[in-house]
């Protein structure tokens, strides 16, 4: 078909769905076959296995049951990132700081969210909208005291893009002392850490020496094959807090490793 | 900023009062500019283009009486701006277009055969069908990237979601609408 047929053809479909799209109406997503899970619902039957192998086997049975595990990569190690769609438009990056590694899922419920609590610096970010990316940059002049330009990103993730021994990267920073911890009425693992990046002076281009710093809390649910990523500057206390009120529901599709381009992802970051 | 309601313009244009165009273009300008600008690349062919939508909608209005308002001058404006596209020379076309052609070719190929205007209907209408099908944001994805020929982060923009997953809804739709279209008997 030539393009212009193509094109007419397009134009032609029913008036009443181009109405229908010309402003996103949230609301409707609702009406489409999602199952919400409120992340307070227990997965008891996990949780109380969990729960009897931690009892009897003690810590090293409860390790072996968290849903992410973490490395320091060789420094030869190297991860490839597409960020083009062209042979030349990839980066190699190797000397990475931590890499993070998640169960082989072949597929990952996609899952969007709302905050339940923000800070009332964040206040106007709080509406009823699902998202799958939230980010706070435009309210950065609210944190003076930062030392980068994010008050807190949340970004979800699926598994599945990470099989065949895939990473999330954390490449700049380096992260302090890492706490695991599995959030009962959340239902999910945890891993969280501060972590800085120290830049040296630069005396010909008049720069001082400093350092950036931000939290990082991972929240994984291995049965579901999801991750939630919160970042930020606004501290480790207020972080926990937005994590602990987030509502997360799934959208009813599923994401599965052909579904991605790259198969390892960043961290750090998260500005734009 | 209040806006007249759409039956209110329509009286306007009923009456043949040259307040209506003022009015459509108040409310429905920066759509109709949008609609013209994500097709064609030239400043001067989007003005003409949303000149010409007006005329247009003042030409039909009466006898017509649309509703939705929106989705007509849309579609007016598309129809003037596809054709002024596809006169263009390669050089004059926007790439962001010609993308949206190509994703377009993946599921509706060159082998359909739409030599008449009411085989070209056809299709329209299993289209909609299909869309009719889909969960309300997978078609919002769709009109918005196919029809209104939004980019990609536009439409992340929109509905507060992540570019690489409207992509990946996107590509599954595609791939959805080739089926429905093989299983329709509309594909050679």
Not at chain 1, 46 to 49: I, S
Not at chain 1, 107 to 134: A, Q, V, Y
Not at chain 1, 263 to 268: A, E, K, L, P, V
Not at chain 2, 109 to 117: I, L, Q, R
């Given at each position: 078909m030539k393009r212009e047929q193509l094109s007419k053809v397009i134009c032609n479909i029913d008036e009443r769905q181009i109405a229908e799209a010309y402003q996103f109406n949230p609301d409707l997503c609702s009406d489409s076959p999602e199952r919400i899970v409120h992340m307070s619902k227990k997965r008891i039957f996990?949780?109380?296995?969990a729960a009897a192998l931690i009892l009897s086997l003690g810590i090293a049975a409860y390790a072996a049951f968290f849903s992410m595990t973490r490395r320091v990569p060789e420094k030869s190690e190297t991860f490839r990132i597409n960020w083009e769609p062209n042979p030349s438009g990839y980066l190699d990056w190797s000397n990475?700081?931590?890499?993070?590694?998640?169960?082989?899922?072949?597929?990952?419920?996609?899952?969007?969210?709302?905050?339940?609590?923000?800070?009332?610096?964040?206040?106007?970010?709080?509406?009823?909208?699902?998202?799958?990316?939230?980010?706070?940059?435009?309210?950065?002049?609210k944190y003076p005291d930062m030392t980068g330009s994010q008050p807190l990103l949340i970004e979800t993730y699926s598994m599945s893009q990470f099989n065949n021994g895939g990473a999330l990267l954390l490449l700049y920073y380096v992260p302090d002392e890492i706490i695991e911890?599995?959030?009962?009425?959340?239902?999910?693992?945890?891993?969280?850490?501060?972590?800085?990046?120290?830049?040296?002076?630069?005396?010909?281009?008049?720069?001082?020496?400093?350092?950036?710093?931000?939290?990082?809390?991972?929240?994984?649910?291995?049965?579901?094959?999801?991750?939630?990523?919160?970042?930020?500057?606004?501290?480790?206390?207020?972080?926990?807090?937005?994590?602990?009120?987030?509502?997360?529901?799934?959208?009813?599709?599923?994401?599965?490793?052909?579904?991605?381009?790259?198969?390892?992802?960043?961290?750090?970051g998260g500005v734009g | 900023m209040t806006h007249l309601e759409d039956s209110k313009i329509i009286s306007l244009f009923y009456e043949r009062s040259e307040q209506a165009i003022a009015e459509l273009e108040r409310k429905y300008g920066?759509?109709?500019?949008?609609?013209?600008?994500?097709?064609?690349?030239?400043?001067?062919?989007?003005?003409?283009c949303a000149n010409d939508t007006y005329l247009g909608v003042w030409n039909t209005i009466p006898p017509q009486n649309p509703n939705p308002l929106i989705s007509y001058v849309c579609k007016i404006a598309r129809n003037i701006a596809t054709l002024k596209y596809h006169s263009n020379t390669a050089i004059k076309r926007n790439g962001q277009y010609d993308l949206v052609l190509d994703e377009?070719?993946?599921?509706?190929?060159?082998?359909?055969?739409?030599?008449?205007?009411?085989?070209?209907?056809?299709?329209?209408?299993a289209i909609s069908r299909f869309l009719d099908t889909l969960k309300y944001e997978d078609r919002f994805y769709f009109i918005r990237r196919y029809w209104y020929a939004d980019s990609i982060s536009d439409?992340?923009?929109?509905?507060?979601?992540?570019?690489?997953?409207?992509?990946?809804?996107?590509?599954?739709?595609?791939?959805?609408?080739?089926?429905y279209l093989k299983e329709e008997g509309l594909l050679v």
């Open positions: 996990t949780f109380a296995l990475a700081k931590l890499a993070i590694t998640f169960p082989e899922t072949a597929e990952s419920k996609e899952i969007e969210f709302r905050p339940g609590w923000l800070p009332d610096e964040l206040s106007s970010l709080k509406n009823e909208l699902w998202r799958n990316r939230l980010t706070a940059e435009g309210l950065a002049d911890d599995h959030w009962d009425d959340l239902s999910v693992d945890v891993m969280r850490f501060h972590c800085t990046q120290h830049f040296d002076a630069r005396p010909e281009h008049n720069i001082d020496e400093y350092t950036l710093e931000q939290d990082i809390i991972l929240l994984s649910n291995a049965d579901e094959g999801w991750v939630v990523r919160l970042a930020g500057e606004i501290g480790m206390d207020q972080l926990v807090k937005v994590a602990k009120n987030l509502e997360i529901r799934e959208t009813g599709n599923v994401m599965t490793y052909d579904d991605f381009e790259n198969h390892y992802n960043f961290m750090d | 920066a759509a109709v500019v949008k609609t013209a600008a994500n097709i064609l690349s030239s400043k001067q062919d989007v003005e003409e377009l070719e993946e599921c509706i190929p060159s082998a359909v055969n739409v030599e008449s205007d009411y085989e070209a209907k056809e299709l329209s209408d439409i992340a923009a929109m509905t507060q979601r992540d570019s690489h997953l409207i992509s990946v809804h996107l590509f599954r739709t595609r791939e959805k609408l080739y089926h």
